[in-house]
């Protein structure tokens, strides 16, 4: 067998996983942010950053999330079967320098000084064995010191990404210096980038010694680098995750990557990179990489649509008639029905601000509620009830608790649940239930292994989530 280089195998895969992808709302919410769905996949996106890694020698990848994303974003490694990835929690969003930063000074608390690679969780690559080509080239010049960055050769002008000016090749490779880094351009601009020549699209993939990052964010962001340290001083395991301060990290200036580090650097190279790289950043992004029928209508799920042309459509959970609509957006979630024009969909971010602004929780979550154990939907709600769906994963437990204001009734629909009920335990089944009174202390546990499922109708005066005196939980929760 041949030995890996040793290049590859000091490759250090990081994954920012913390953004909110606002421009896919409905769809992408604040704490169900686009890397974390499904599109045009039976895998999410996450899942597929994860699995595209398989085939290139590497160490175990961190994942870098936020609080309120952490249980679904560790679910969703789990069911990527990654068993060994760092997951560290940002105590506020500071933007990728920042981001970056704690994770290189993971990888050198060690002694070490691995190769990072960089890459944002919610990117479409088609070409897995094309993207490896261009991640070991990178890695061979970031041994040798270079800030690699990777460049989509441009096919449009198109004003939603960063644009790179490429010089001379270096040595005999592919690579190239980079003359500087262009901010998003107007369309004009954009324009004269393409019948110019020599500009790439920025994909936001990058890699790096861990230590040379760090040297370049001494020389050109100390500010960024002295609030990091602060806040890996701090640093905190706390399950499968690692916490940082957040005094410390909110005094961070927030600053993205490419103007931190990148656009000041003398050692920035470029890598072309022609792998079917796609950003999904907004709906119409969505419909131009789709699949379309004959009359250029993107249908997702149950869809009825008759004398349409030029629309995405998707259905979550319900049946959406559509008659000769033209060039729309309509998206149907389970609390959400979104209908634009395409014309009009940028303007989706002063949508969410105006539902923010008032209060709506639609901006921050879906129906569907993740914890550790499993999730929740809220299906019902009245004065003085609701009525959920729970799932809890195999072998997974709610804490011990009890509430001062609700009681609650539990119907089992699938798999075993294992009750704890005052001093009583129970093992319930399928079709068989069990009531908790106001303020007895209960528990509630999958021993099987397959997933649980069970109605709970909770009934009182206050319904809230805060209603909850733990006793004991196995996933440290107060």
Same mark, same amino acid.
Request: aromatic share 8%; net charge negative.
């Given at each position: 067998?041949?030995?890996?280089?040793?290049?590859?195998?000091?490759?250090?895969?990081?994954?920012?996983?913390?953004?909110?992808?606002?421009?896919?709302?409905?769809?992408?919410?604040?704490?169900?942010?686009?890397?974390?769905?499904?599109?045009?996949?039976?895998?999410?996106?996450?899942?597929?950053?994860?699995? %595209?890694?398989?085939?290139?020698?590497?160490?175990?990848?961190?994942? #870098?999330?936020?609080?309120?994303?952490?249980?679904?974003?560790?679910?969703?490694?789990?069911?990527?079967?990654?068993?060994?990835?760092?997951?560290? *929690?940002?105590?506020?969003? %500071?933007?990728?320098?920042?981001?970056?930063?704690?994770?290189?000074?993971?990888?050198?608390?060690?002694?070490?000084?691995?190769?990072?690679?960089?890459?944002?969780?919610?990117?479409?690559?088609?070409?897995?064995?094309?993207?490896?080509?261009?991640?070991?080239?990178?890695?061979?010049?970031?041994?040798?010191?270079? *800030?690699?960055?990777?460049?989509?050769?441009?096919?449009?002008?198109?004003?939603?990404?960063?644009?790179?000016?490429?010089?001379?090749?270096?040595?005999?490779?592919?690579?190239?210096?980079?003359?500087?880094?262009?901010?998003?351009?107007?369309?004009?601009?954009?324009?004269?980038?393409?019948?110019?020549?020599?500009?790439?699209?920025?994909?936001?993939?990058?890699?790096?010694?861990?230590?040379?990052?760090?040297?370049?964010?001494?020389?050109?962001?100390?500010?960024?680098? %002295?609030?990091?340290?602060?806040?890996?001083?701090?640093?905190?395991?706390?399950?499968?995750?690692?916490?940082?301060?957040?005094?410390?990290?909110?005094?961070?200036?927030?600053?993205?990557?490419?103007?931190?580090?990148?656009?000041?650097?003398?050692?920035?190279?470029?890598?072309?990179?022609?792998?079917?790289?796609?950003?999904?950043?907004?709906?119409?992004?969505?419909?131009?990489?789709?699949?379309?029928?004959?009359?250029?209508?993107?249908?997702?799920?149950?869809?009825?649509?008759?004398?349409?042309?030029?629309?995405?459509?998707?259905?979550?959970?319900?049946?959406?008639?559509?008659?000769?609509?033209?060039?729309?957006?309509?998206?149907?979630?389970?609390?959400?029905?979104?209908?634009?024009?395409?014309?009009?969909?940028?303007?989706?971010?002063?949508?969410?601000?105006?539902?923010?602004?008032?209060?709506?929780?639609?901006?921050?979550?879906?129906?569907?509620?993740?914890?550790?154990?499993?999730?929740?939907?809220?299906?019902?709600?009245?004065?003085?009830?609701?009525?959920?769906?729970?799932?809890?994963?195999?072998?997974?437990?709610?804490?011990?608790?009890?509430?001062?204001?609700?009681?609650?009734?539990?119907?089992?629909?699938?798999?075993?649940?294992?009750?704890?009920?005052?001093?009583?335990?129970?093992?319930?089944?399928?079709?068989?239930?069990?009531? #908790?009174?106001?303020?007895?202390?209960?528990?509630?546990?999958?021993?099987?292994?397959?997933?649980?499922?069970?109605?709970?109708?909770?009934?009182?005066?206050?319904?809230?989530?805060?209603?909850?005196?733990?006793?004991?939980?196995?996933?440290?929760?107060?």
């Amino acid at each position: 067998m041949t030995k890996a280089n040793p290049v590859e195998q000091d490759i250090l895969p990081v994954i920012l996983a913390g953004g909110s992808g606002t421009r896919l709302w409905p769809l992408s919410r604040k704490h169900y942010a686009k890397q974390y769905l499904a599109i045009g996949s039976d895998k999410t996106m996450l899942q597929e950053t994860l699995l %595209r890694l398989t085939g290139i020698p590497h160490l175990p990848p961190i994942l #870098i999330c936020n609080e309120e994303t952490r249980f679904l974003a560790a679910e969703q490694v789990r069911q990527s079967s990654v068993d060994d990835a760092l997951i560290m *929690l940002e105590p506020v969003g %500071r933007n990728t320098a920042p981001a970056l930063a704690l994770a290189a000074l993971e990888a050198v608390c060690g002694g070490n000084d691995p190769i990072l690679l960089a890459m944002p969780a919610d990117h479409k690559i088609a070409d897995t064995a094309a993207f490896h080509r261009a991640v070991l080239q990178a890695a061979e010049l970031a041994a040798s010191g270079h *800030l690699v960055t990777f460049g989509i050769q441009p096919n449009a002008p198109e004003t939603g990404y960063g644009y790179i000016l490429a010089g001379e090749n270096i040595a005999a490779s592919t690579a190239k210096h980079v003359v500087r880094f262009v901010e998003k351009p107007d369309l004009e601009t954009a324009k004269q980038f393409l019948s110019q020549g020599g500009y790439f699209w920025n994909s936001g993939i990058f890699m790096f010694k861990a230590s040379q990052y760090l040297s370049e964010l001494e020389s050109f962001r100390p500010d960024i680098l %002295r609030a990091c340290q602060d806040a890996f001083a701090g640093r905190k395991r706390d399950l499968d995750f690692v916490r940082y301060s957040k005094q410390a990290f909110l005094d961070c200036p927030a600053q993205s990557i490419d103007f931190a580090v990148m656009e000041k650097t003398v050692s920035s190279a470029v890598v072309p990179f022609d792998a079917g790289w796609k950003d999904i950043g907004s709906w119409t992004a969505l419909w131009e990489n789709a699949t379309k029928d004959k009359a250029g209508n993107c249908i997702v799920g149950d869809v009825l649509n008759e004398n349409g042309s030029g629309n995405y459509i998707n259905s979550g959970h319900r049946l959406v008639v559509a008659i000769g609509a033209k060039d729309m957006v309509i998206v149907e979630t389970k609390d959400v029905v979104f209908v634009a024009a395409k014309s009009e969909v940028e303007n989706i971010k002063s949508v969410v601000e105006t539902l923010k602004a008032v209060g709506r929780e639609e901006v921050n979550y879906h129906r569907d509620v993740y914890r550790p154990w499993g999730k929740y939907d809220t299906i019902d709600v009245g004065e003085r009830y609701q009525v959920k769906r729970i799932t809890v994963n195999p072998g997974a437990k709610l804490s011990v608790q009890k509430h001062h204001h609700r009681a609650e009734h539990w119907v089992v629909v699938k798999g075993t649940a294992k009750v704890t009920r005052g001093d009583q335990t129970l093992l319930l089944s399928e079709n068989q239930s069990t009531y #908790i009174p106001l303020g007895e202390i209960h528990a509630l546990e999958n021993p099987g292994l397959v997933a649980l499922e069970l109605i709970e109708v909770q009934s009182g005066s206050y319904l809230g989530e805060d209603d909850i005196i733990r006793f004991e939980d196995k996933y440290g929760r107060s």
